[in-house]
């Protein structure tokens, strides 16, 4: 088993208990690849509360024989986006990433550079924010792993001041079957222990505790579940610790055509208007 970016510990876990949740909003995906490879992508959701309406369209080019992928977006509040990545060119397991984007109405713009290195024990990444109002700073992270278990960080550190502005640790242990993991997180402020465990191929199940030192003694814990009815449809539930309870429905109603729906209860204000619900659908070629 490989070990994954720094930014995906704990992905698993995550997963389960953020996606396949359409709540509070209707959302339409469009996916269409033409036959040399590229690949049109048109986002658009509502918040039911208040109406909004965001959208996307993005186009990613990949050329695998040269390792090159090239993304372009352009959203609906006029900021236009730009990815390049290059794999293995350099060496194997080096990927050198660009990214960027600018508002042209009013000029704003950001952009970051990346390195990364992978091998099956070893994930490691570098980046330098190129445009930022506070001068550079160099985000790196790492993660190494061994016989599944898996121990890695981050840290952000400021060129003009100085300073490190960010830290973090995280170690865990990983099968095919479970997962468990700690996660120590704003500057050992924020602690979050998990477990994550495939009871059977129609079975998820897993949990999370969060204790926020800096902003109260009392930890949160979330609680959830898969379960696959058939190979085209599964169903999703979880539940936290002050009562907000989640239920998720997916169904693949036809190759290429996928339709959520999911909803968010308050268990202890049954009666009162505080409950979301949503739906999504997504169309691919």
Not at 132 to 153: E, F
Not at 170 to 188: C, D, I, M, P, R
Not at 238 to 243: A, C, L, S, Y
Request: charged content about 20%.
């Amino acid at each position: 088993m490989s070990v994954p970016h720094y930014g995906d510990f704990g992905k698993s876990l995550n997963d389960l208990l953020s996606k396949d949740y359409p709540v509070g909003s209707a959302k339409l995906e469009v996916n269409t690849t033409t036959s040399n490879g590229i690949k049109f992508t048109v986002t658009g959701s509502k918040e039911n509360k208040t109406g909004t309406i965001l959208s996307d369209i993005k186009t990613k080019y990949s050329d695998k024989s040269r390792g090159l992928t090239v993304t372009e977006n352009w959203n609906a509040n006029n900021t236009i986006g730009l990815q390049v990545e290059l794999q293995d060119q350099i060496a194997s397991g080096v990927k050198l990433d660009v990214h960027g984007s600018i508002h042209p109405s009013n000029g704003a713009k950001n952009a970051k550079a990346v390195v990364e290195y992978k091998q099956s024990n070893i994930f490691t990444r570098s980046s330098v924010d190129l445009f930022s109002k506070n001068g550079p700073t160099i985000h790196t992270d790492a993660l190494v792993g061994h016989d599944g278990v898996v121990l890695g960080g981050d840290v952000a550190y400021n060129v003009n001041d100085a300073t490190i502005h960010r830290y973090n640790l995280a170690a865990g242990y990983s099968t095919s079957e479970y997962q468990v993991g700690l996660h120590a997180t704003n500057k050992f402020s924020h602690f979050t222990a998990f477990y994550f465990h495939k009871v059977n191929k129609s079975v998820e199940a897993g949990a999370k505790a969060i204790w926020n030192k800096a902003a109260s003694d009392s930890v949160s814990i979330e609680v959830g579940t898969k379960y696959v009815l058939d190979g085209n449809t599964f169903v999703k539930a979880k539940i936290d610790n002050v009562g907000r309870l989640g239920l998720g429905y997916t169904q693949v109603l036809r190759p290429g055509v996928k339709l959520g729906l999911g909803g968010s209860f308050d268990t202890t204000r049954l009666h009162e208007n505080v409950h979301r619900v949503g739906l999504s659908a997504t169309f691919e070629n």
